[in-house]
Every structure is written in structure tokens, then in C-alpha cells.
Nanobody, 126 residues
């Protein structure tokens, strides 16, 4: 099992920036794709961003493209989600997920990921 832990988050003003971190550990020698999803009250879970194990390929949901950036530091087993120009509609619980075998066509699919963090709240106020 892979342990996935999110950190960062909190409250921020609209137009501001914030950074989330995700640490995935376990299964030495296994490479993972990492994704961020989010869920606001009353809404379905939404794909935010994903990055492959090498960090060379990143994918973004339409609602965050050009505002959010996903990156990873494999030496630290950490993936970052830099969020800029935040909007009140970005308010949600953000979840980090790890997947050992994620097909290039499946990065945006929640079921492609095996291990999930507990989630972390991001609140953007207007």
C-alpha cells in the first residue's frame, strides 16, 4: 500500500495563490503517476491535474488549465500543485491520488488511481 499525505491548503482571497503538496511513500522501486482531484459540496469529484512518474508529462482539467501547475520532486517523493488566480469556485476538498499503472488515456479518471489521501480543504473567499 502507498501512503498518500496532502499538506498546504487553507483559506486564501480570490486572485491569490496557494500551494498544495502530496507525499507518496511505500512500495520501494515502484513508480507512480500522481493526480489531484477535488470535490465541492454537492458536486462530483473533479479531475484537477496529473503528472507521470518522470515528471515529463502533465495533464490538466479544463477549469484549472493555465492557472494551476503540477510538478514533482522524486528525490523527495513529493508532488506540488501551484494554484494561481484562485477563484471562489476553486473552493473544495482537494485529494491526492497515486497510481502505479495509469494509462495515458486514463489520467483524468479517478478509478485509475489505487491509493488516496484523506483530502485537504482549500477555501477561496471573494
Amino acid at each position: 500500500q502507498v501512503h498518500v499525505i496532502e499538506s498546504g491548503g487553507g483559506s486564501v482571497q480570490a486572485g491569490g495563490s496557494s500551494r498544495l503538496s502530496c507525499t507518496a511513500s511505500g512500495r520501494p522501486g515502484t513508480t507512480y503517476a500522481i493526480a489531484w482531484f477535488r470535490q465541492a459540496p454537492g458536486n462530483e469529484r473533479e479531475f484537477v491535474a496529473a503528472i507521470d512518474w518522470s515528471g515529463s508529462n502533465a495533464h490538466y482539467g479544463d477549469s484549472v488549465r493555465d492557472r494551476f501547475t503540477i510538478s514533482r520532486e522524486n528525490a523527495e517523493n513529493t508532488v506540488y500543485l501551484e494554484m494561481k488566480s484562485l477563484k471562489p469556485e476553486d473552493t473544495a476538498v482537494y485529494y491526492c491520488a497515486a497510481g502505479a499503472y495509469v494509462h495515458v488515456d486514463s489520467y483524468y479518471m479517478a478509478h485509475a488511481y489505487d491509493d488516496w489521501g484523506q483530502g485537504i480543504q482549500v477555501t477561496v473567499s471573494s
